[in-house]
């Protein structure tokens, strides 16, 4: 599946205004090992979807993502993964517009630049057609963030809980 999305950097003021439009949001934790693969788990309604893909960039905006569901791996295979955890806020589904605070339990993963990169928004294509995405969320919010260019791997680091506590950690947000 070939995807279009593109992500911006949030100011905290910014974060708090857009937040209160949520729809939902859930818990995500993303642990990538050196091939850039990424075994994933959403905690929604304390309910836990695991998957793994792997994205492949075709160009700034576009990338081949093959993903699919898997069982809940042994948590002490990923205890050498880097990690990133976070909060996503879903704004709108189509195109799908969500909000990712990045988390940091315990003080547990040191992230490069977290202070500026703590609020991410992205805008992802889905049955809708989007010409500009820096267009379509100037218009839908009134002001346009930041361009982030940078996947969550570049910002995932090793963590110094373990996989099982980070996921317990995860569960209590």
């Known amino acids: 599946m070939i995807e279009k999305e593109k992500k911006y950097i949030l100011n905290e003021k910014n974060f708090k205004r857009l937040i209160k439009n949520a729809i939902k949001y859930s818990v995500i ?16 309604n304390n309910e836990e979807l695991w998957t793994k893909n792997i994205k492949i960039p075709l160009n700034e905006l576009k990338r081949i993502e093959k993903e699919y569901k898997i069982s809940k791996p042994n948590m002490d295979s990923l205890k050498d993964f880097k990690v990133v955890i976070k909060k ?10 969500i909000i990712d ?50 996947s969550n791997y570049f910002l995932s680091e090793k963590c110094n809980i373990s996989p099982e506590e980070l996921l317990v950690e995860g569960k209590n947000v």
Not at 34 to 41: G, M, Q, S, Y
């Open 29 to 44: 934790i993303q642990w990538y090992n050196e091939k850039n693969e990424r075994i994933r788990v959403e905690i929604l």
């Open 88 to 97: 996503r806020y879903y704004l709108f589904f189509d195109p799908e517009i």
């Open 101 to 150: 605070e990045i988390l940091n339990p315990k003080n547990s993963i040191k992230y490069k630049n977290y202070e500026k990169i703590r609020y991410l928004l992205e805008i992802e294509e889905k049955s809708k057609r989007i010409d500009s995405f820096d267009n379509y969320i100037k218009n839908k919010f009134d002001f346009l963030p930041k361009a982030a260019n940078f």
